[in-house]
Nanobody, 124 residues
Framework: QVQLVESGGGLVQAGGSLRLSCAASGRTFSSYAMGWFRQAPGKERQYVAGITRSGGTTYYADSVKGRFTISRDNAKNTVYLQMNSLKPEDTAVYYC?????????????????WGQGTQVTVSS
């Protein structure tokens, strides 16, 4: 089972950009579908994006479609979330997730492995 460590969060003004990274331990990273979720204070965890094992297919929540891009580098055991045109409502703790059983992580998925999260704050 992989272990996941997110990085790249921070404070950014509305309209700005951030790139989150999620580094996975282990030699089986390419066997895992990967995804990103977020949780704002007082709200339930929300799906953001998912990517297949090869990186050939991606899926996004409507709220981030056209602004966020998920990608992965299997040689580096890392998945990324490029976030552009950030809005104050994107403020949340962002979590990386992984699951070897799934083809792709989507809105209804319950991934088996989670990172510890990284805070993203977008000021208006």
């Amino acid at each position: 089972q992989v272990q996941l460590v997110e990085s790249g969060g921070g404070l950014v003004q509305a309209g700005g950009s951030l790139r989150l990274s999620c580094a996975a331990s282990g030699r089986t990273f390419s066997s895992y579908a990967m995804g990103w979720f977020r949780q704002a204070p007082g709200k339930e965890r929300q799906y953001v994006a998912g990517i297949t094992r090869s990186g050939g297919t991606t899926y996004y929540a409507d709220s981030v479609k056209g602004r966020f891009t998920i990608s992965r580098d299997n040689a580096k055991n890392t998945v990324y979330l490029q976030m552009n045109s950030l809005k104050p409502e994107d403020t949340a703790v962002y979590y990386c997730a992984a699951d070897p059983r799934l083809i792709i992580i989507t809105t209804t998925s319950r991934p088996s492995t989670w990172g510890q999260g990284t805070q993203v704050t977008v000021s208006s």
